[in-house]
C-alpha cells in the first residue's frame, strides 16, 4: 500500500522509465490530423451544397481582390511617406552638427 492508501496495481504504476517511453513514442509517432468528413461518403445533395459554398467563396474572393489591392498600395504609400520623412529628419539632423 502506497502513502495515500491506495492500492494501484502493479501493470497501473507509471514508473519515470515508461513515462519516458510513452513520451518518446508520442514524438516518434504525432498523432495525424483526420480530415472532415473522413470515412464518410456523401450523397449527392451534399457534394452541391459543399461546392455551391466553394463557389460564394470564391466569387467574395475575387470581388475582395481590388479592395485588397487597394489597400496594400495605400500602406505601400503612407510606408514610403513615413521613411522619406524620417531620412530628412535624420539628414537635416545630420547637417545641424
Not at 8 to 29: G, K, S, Y
Not at 51 to 76: G, H, N, T, V
Request: aromatic share 6%; hydrophobic share 40%.
Amino acid at each position: 500500500m502506497s502513502d495515500d492508501d491506495l492500492d494501484i496495481p502493479e501493470f497501473l504504476r507509471v514508473t519515470p522509465e515508461r513515462a519516458a517511453a510513452r513520451r518518446q513514442a508520442w514524438i516518434d509517432n504525432p498523432p495525424k490530423a483526420m480530415p472532415a468528413f473522413a470515412g464518410h461518403q456523401s450523397n449527392e445533395t451534399q457534394r452541391l451544397y459543399r461546392e455551391s459554398i466553394e463557389r460564394d467563396k470564391a466569387r467574395k474572393r475575387e470581388l475582395d481582390r481590388p479592395r485588397f489591392e487597394a489597400m496594400r498600395a495605400k500602406a505601400a504609400a503612407e510606408k514610403a511617406e513615413l521613411d522619406a520623412v524620417k531620412a530628412a529628419a535624420a539628414k537635416a539632423k545630420w547637417r545641424k552638427r
